[in-house]
């Protein structure tokens, strides 16, 4: 009995680390998409007139591509 719960203990924390893995680990497709909202922010405060605001935000927008070119690039 106390040999099935320390299995059991020990496959779930396998599995906890694994899913904690996937979701933090850094892909291409989380920076694109960290991206995409930074440009879309930066197109709408440029709209509205707030150049410098949305300067910033264009420039986070390619920091996020190069960073997923980079990872893309390695793996």
Do not use: C
């Not at 960073?67 to 690039?73: G, P, Q, Y």
Request: glycine share 4%; charged share 35%.
């Amino acid at each position: 009995m106390v040999l099935w719960r320390t299995v059991g203990i020990i496959v779930a924390i396998i599995i906890l680390i694994v899913i904690l893995y996937k979701v933090t680990r850094k892909t291409p497709e989380k920076h694109l998409s960290k991206a995409r909202k930074a440009h879309k922010l930066g197109e709408k405060y440029f709209n509205i007139g707030e150049d410098d605001l949305a300067r910033d935000y264009y420039q986070e927008a390619e920091k996020h591509r190069k960073k997923a070119e980079e990872i893309d690039n390695v793996v």
